[in-house]
């Protein structure tokens, strides 16, 4: 279940975004789905509170890398 709710949110949410070039649609929607099931997986086993923490350092790393 974790991993058809992370390929049904990265194909929703995080695939087809215009401007950008297949290449780079691929890794992001890749590395969406790898910390989505993480993210599942969290919830899954340790609670709510822990798998919120994850996507906010998922965040916080993502605007690092950005800013770099």
């Known amino acids: 279940s974790i991993l058809l709710s992370s ?17 780079v649609s691929l890794v992001v ?6 910390l989505c099931c993480v993210t599942g997986y ?15 350092i998922a965040h916080t790393v993502a605007l690092a890398v950005k800013f770099q």
């Open 29 to 34: 929607s890749s590395l969406n789905f790898l």
């Open 7 to 23: 390929l049904l949110f990265t194909i929703i949410f995080h695939s087809n975004v215009p401007g950008r070039s297949p290449f």
């Open 42 to 56: 969290l919830y899954l086993h340790y609670g709510f509170e822990n798998a919120v923490l994850c996507h906010a």
